[in-house]
Structure formats: structure tokens, C-alpha cells
């Protein structure tokens, strides 16, 4: 546990406090957001942040770190609250003031009832929501934020957003990355994971495909077949971003005995978020 806080620290307080040299977050107050540094050199920069492009999907990987190292180290969550709320607050605004210093719910579509991505730039192709799996997991680190703090409106808020997301994605489209607690809601569905799976691994060995990607394909098969999932992550070298072989193996291993444990169709060791 104080290798995982130390890490934490080293990464996430220098944007916190301002003391990361070659980015941090500022408060635009035209905008009614967060941004970074990098936005006064190259709007475009951080995956366009500083034009509002996928802020949910960026902040909730702060969120996630942010939340447990608030619980872990309760002091440490109590200083720099102000500026994990910030954070919150950013896409996650339910406030209806007119003088409120964030917008309201900027991401989500209270129509739709999911999130999208463009910020202020204009898509050939409209709006559009390229990572379903990072907008689940944008709500979910804000539910468990407000786990560590003791919140219950972030939770409830978190844990809604994050299930009407769940239920859009799987009726639009659904992606894997990142790998957490909160995938197996989003993959409940044995069957379709199986037929997923089993349409993919036949074209992992095309040229350009890289050893990042097999990785999650690979944690998609460890939800029904444990041992040939398992050979097969043994086997990976290179590993997409924020994934590791400790998380594969912890995934893999942590899948239970669906037809035992759940009867056949759906899976989902958090069942509150499945039904």
C-alpha cells in the first residue's frame, strides 16, 4: 500500500498544485471548464482539452487515482479536495445558477441519455462518443470519489450517469478500455462477449496489429475460458496504456464460474450496477 500511495502522489499532486513544469490544469472562465497549460501554445494538444474534446474521458482517469488515494489517505484527500471537486465539477456540474463557474452537465445529453466527446470543434461526421468504455469509466471514479469522501449525492449522481452509459453502450457500441471493476457491468452479456471474442482472434495476427490491443481481447476470453486467456496474456510483451500484465492477470483471475455462480446469459459480480 505505500508503493501504491507514493506512486499516486509523484503522479497526480504536480497537476493538482500547479508544480508539473510541462502541463497542469488552469480554470478557463470563458469556457466554464477546466484546461491545461498546453492550451495557451496548441488548442489541439491533450486530445484537444483545451477546446472541451473528451474532458470526461480524460478527467475520470484523474478521478479514479484520486479517489483512492483519498481513501487510503484520508489527509491527503482532505487537502487537495477543493481540487478533486474541480475536477468534478468540470463535467459533472448539476448546479442550475447562472453564475455558476462550470457548465452544466457538459458531456451528457439529457436526451440522448449518454455522453459526447467533441467539445467545441466540429466532427465531419457530427458529434460523436469514440470510447464508450472511458465515459463509463469517467462516472464510475466519480461514484467511487465520492465513496472515499463520504458523499452520497456524488455517488448516486456517478452511479446513475454510469449506468444509463452502461445501457446506451450496449445498445450502440461498446469498448474495453480501460480494464476495471466497472468492465464486467459493461460486458455482462457472456454470449455476446464469446461471439465477440471469437470474431476477433482470428484477426489478431493481421500485419498492424499491435500487442496492446490483444491484451483486452484477451481479458474479453478470460470471462468464459480462464486457462487459454491466461496463456495467451502470458505470452504479451507490450501493453496498451494504463493496462498492465498485473491487471490482466488480476481480471482473468478474478472471473468466476459463470454457469455456476450466475446461470447462463449474464455476468456481474456488481449487481447493483446490473440491474
Not at 456517478?158 to 445498445?171: D, F, N, V, Y
Request: glycine content about 10%; proline content about 3%; some cysteine.
Amino acid at each position: 500500500m505505500p508503493a501504491i500511495r507514493k506512486f499516486l502522489k509523484e503522479i497526480i499532486e504536480p497537476w493538482l498544485d500547479g508544480t508539473f513544469n510541462k502541463n497542469s490544469f488552469l480554470y478557463d472562465g470563458e469556457g466554464g471548464g477546466v484546461v491545461t497549460k498546453q492550451k495557451s501554445k496548441d488548442s489541439g494538444a491533450d486530445f484537444g482539452f483545451g477546446v472541451y474534446n473528451d474532458h470526461h474521458y480524460n478527467l475520470g482517469y484523474f478521478l479514479y487515482g484520486i479517489a483512492v488515494l483519498a481513501k487510503i489517505d484520508p489527509a491527503w484527500g482532505r487537502k487537495y479536495k477543493p481540487q478533486a471537486y474541480s475536477l468534478v465539477a468540470d463535467f459533472m456540474n448539476l448546479g442550475r445558477r447562472s453564475n455558476s463557474n462550470y457548465t452544466r452537465l457538459r458531456c451528457f445529453d439529457l436526451y440522448k441519455l449518454h455522453s459526447w466527446a467533441g467539445g467545441l470543434t466540429e466532427f465531419a461526421d457530427g458529434r460523436n462518443q469514440e470510447s464508450t468504455s472511458e465515459a463509463v469509466n469517467a462516472y464510475y471514479s466519480a461514484a467511487l470519489m465520492g465513496l472515499a469522501y463520504g458523499d452520497t449525492q456524488l455517488i448516486a449522481t456517478g452511479s446513475t450517469l454510469a449506468a444509463l452509459e452502461i445501457h446506451a453502450a450496449q445498445m450502440l457500441g461498446i469498448h474495453v478500455l480501460p480494464l476495471s471493476p466497472i468492465t464486467e457491468a459493461l460486458f455482462s452479456d457472456v454470449g455476446y462477449v464469446k461471439e465477440l471474442v471469437e470474431w476477433t482472434l482470428p484477426n489478431l495476427n493481421r500485419k498492424g496489429v499491435g500487442e496492446g490491443w490483444k491484451g483486452f481481447i484477451y481479458a474479453m476470453e478470460g470471462t468464459y475460458d480462464k486457462e487459454s486467456a491466461l496463456q495467451k496474456v502470458r505470452s504479451l510483451k507490450v501493453f496498451d496504456d494504463g493496462n498492465s500484465m498485473n491487471n490482466l492477470l488480476w481480471w482473468i483471475h478474478s472471473r468466476g464460474d459463470v454457469e455456476e455462480e450466475f446461470g447462463p446469459g449474464k455476468q456481474c459480480w456488481f449487481g447493483h450496477y446490473c440491474h
